[in-house]
């Protein structure tokens, strides 16, 4: 898991409540939280629809929790190019709610986000503070949430950015290349993008280090260090199967075209853990060494991810 901070975020910060629970991040925040010790709230969506600005007040008020770590959100990019308000209600909306009702009860905030309210164009990591120019729906939608957030809450307030994730309680890249293995001879991934493959389980951990820790409210970008593309990523995949990395063929973007526009670099830096006393994540080559195990045995539903071709 990277390097043991198990000290952080907890203490005096021991209630705590995750919405999207039972999404992949959700499910291993509550785990890594339950893991230091803390006391857990994980309502269901039936429970907790960010969207109903009443229903996240009585939830919070009801709970009292010391930090609210939202994992809800839309995250079907391309569905929000045609359906943006709805995206909105979810990403910008929700986090709006989520701040009213943090703001009276005193509780801190942590919001997710995500790489795609950066243009995607650079050439070096995306600093915290870098403008943002999302070119699609969905990192339109994210980025109003981030605002959402620090303006309502500007002394309690946290937007973790994240990226290219994946973990053992959702669909995602790994695991489609886990199953592709099994069914294909070759596979085509797009090698023309650029970003960091990130384990769930490490994110949830620096998100649970955050609020005890002393690190001053605003935007910090938790994913793996180093980078790849998702051809790199596939390769390493087949490698730690033992199959052969050379199954995996190299193709350009224009093979998966996608009604949202993808960014081609994506690679967020992470500059604000210094000084904080947390140390920013591991090395992806060596996330993936440990969570492949776990995503192996847990098979689950996977489907075709934005970086393969051929569907």
């Known amino acids: 898991m990277g390097v043991a901070t198990a000290g952080y975020g907890v203490g005096r910060m021991s209630r705590w ?12 925040m509550v785990a890594a939280l339950r893991a230091r010790g803390a ?12 969207r109903d600005r009443g229903r996240v007040a009585a939830v919070v008020a009801r709970n009292r929790p010391d930090v609210v770590v939202n994992c809800a959100a839309w995250t079907a990019v391309d569905d929000a190019q045609t359906r943006e308000d709805d995206a909105f209600a979810v990403n910008a909306t929700g986090p709006v709610n989520l701040a009213a009702a943090c703001a009276d009860t005193g509780a801190v905030l942590i919001q997710v986000s995500t790489d795609y ?4 164009t650079g050439s070096q990591p995306y600093a915290e503070d870098d403008p943002a120019e999302p070119r699609s729906a ?6 109003a949430g981030e605002r959402a957030v620090l303006t309502r809450l500007p002394e309690t307030g946290y937007v973790v950015r994240t990226a290219w994730l994946y973990g053992a309680h959702g669909p995602n890249f790994v695991r489609t ?14 090698d023309d993008q650029r ?25 910090y970008h938790a994913t793996s260090s180093g980078e790849t593309t998702w051809f790199g990523l596939a390769r390493a995949v087949f490698a730690r199967l033992g199959a052969d990395p050379g199954r995996v063929r190299p193709v350009g973007s224009s093979a998966v075209a996608r009604p949202a526009p993808r960014p081609a670099y994506s690679v967020l830096g992470h500059g604000r853990w210094h000084g904080t006393g947390i140390e920013s994540i591991q090395d992806w080559r060596l996330a993936l060494d ?19 071709a051929g569907q």
């Open 177 to 190: 290349m886990i199953r592709l293995e099994q069914e294909r001879d070759t596979v085509d991934v797009v």
């Open 17 to 28: 409540l995750v919405a999207g629970a039972g999404g992949m991040l959700g499910r291993d």
């Open 290 to 308: 440990q969570a492949l195990p776990v995503l192996a045995a847990k098979p689950g539903s996977v489907g075709l991810d934005r970086g393969v």
């Open 39 to 50: 006391e857990v709230i994980g309502p269901g969506r039936a429970d907790l629809d960010v």
């Open 117 to 120: 309210v950066f243009g995607g």
């Open 195 to 219: 970003g960091q493959p990130t384990w769930t389980a490490d994110v949830a951990q620096r998100i649970a280090d955050l609020p005890g820790s002393g690190a001053p409210p605003g935007v």
């Open 138 to 143: 969905y990192g339109r939608t994210k980025l």
